[in-house]
């Protein structure tokens, strides 16, 4: 369906059905157990895109009010915004903890995307002309290769009394230089590259009214606690 707007852009809107039993589901989680984490992945509304989908702030609630103690998105390639709500975290995208430069074995459609003959090539071969040219998509052949699909962060959260207090944010590169060997293997970045990482998530963060404080090449989110 299309309307008219004020740019382009798409708008996602949830199954009813799917909701109630995901929502079902998560609540029958937490009843289980002491501490839920419900994770979505997801890579609208595009694949570089460091906005949420439309849909998801809404989403990612309703999972907390059923009973999630954390939201995270995994799919997009890169960093988003933290929101805290209700004294829980979302996370709407941590980006890549491992690089997916080489895979093995390549499918035979990425060989033909990629004008590659399996009989002749190599997997890596494929991965590498696709590093060169990017990854394909609906959206066009997205460039791989920028040093922003190759930045993250790990979080580390910390509740007391199932209530949370500070989540810590570290900075990680993957190798984005070196050889097929060795990229994609996770380590932490160096501090002024680091830096530049935290303050993205201190920008995006900050549009979704979190605080996100830099120390020593540390992203800071401290939560004031509220009695159970």
């Not at 709500?85 to 093995?104: C, E, H, M, T, V």
């Not at 991965?127 to 990854?135: F, N, P, R």
């Not at 050889?179 to 002024?192: D, E, I, K, M, T």
Request: net charge negative; aromatic share 10%.
């Amino acid at each position: 369906m299309f309307k008219a707007g004020e740019k382009p852009g798409y708008s996602f809107e949830l199954n009813a059905r799917d909701l109630a039993n995901i929502l079902r589901n998560v609540r029958q989680g937490k009843q289980f157990s002491d501490f839920c984490i419900a994770t979505n992945h997801g890579h609208e509304p595009g694949e570089f895109s460091r906005e949420p989908a439309d849909y998801e702030q809404s989403f990612a609630r309703k999972l907390i009010d059923a009973g999630a103690d954390v939201y995270i998105n995994h799919g997009p390639h890169h960093v988003r915004g933290i929101e805290i709500y209700k004294g829980r975290p979302i996370f709407y995208a941590l980006g890549n903890f491992l690089n997916q430069d080489l895979r093995s074995p390549v499918g035979a459609d990425m060989f033909e995307t990629h004008g590659k003959d399996p009989r002749l090539h190599t997997d890596a071969e494929v991965s590498a002309h696709e590093m060169a040219i990017g990854y394909p998509s609906a959206e066009g052949f997205l460039p791989l290769r920028d040093a922003e699909f190759y930045e993250s962060v790990i979080s580390v959260s910390r509740f007391e009394e199932n209530q949370l207090a500070e989540i810590r944010l570290h900075p990680i590169e993957l190798r984005r230089r070196a050889r097929f060997a060795n990229r994609g293997v996770p380590r932490l970045a160096p501090a002024a590259q680091g830096y530049a990482i935290l303050e993205r998530v201190q920008e995006l963060s900050e549009a979704l009214g979190t605080r996100v404080e830099i120390d020593d090449g540390i992203g800071i989110i401290r939560v004031r606690t509220s009695s159970a």
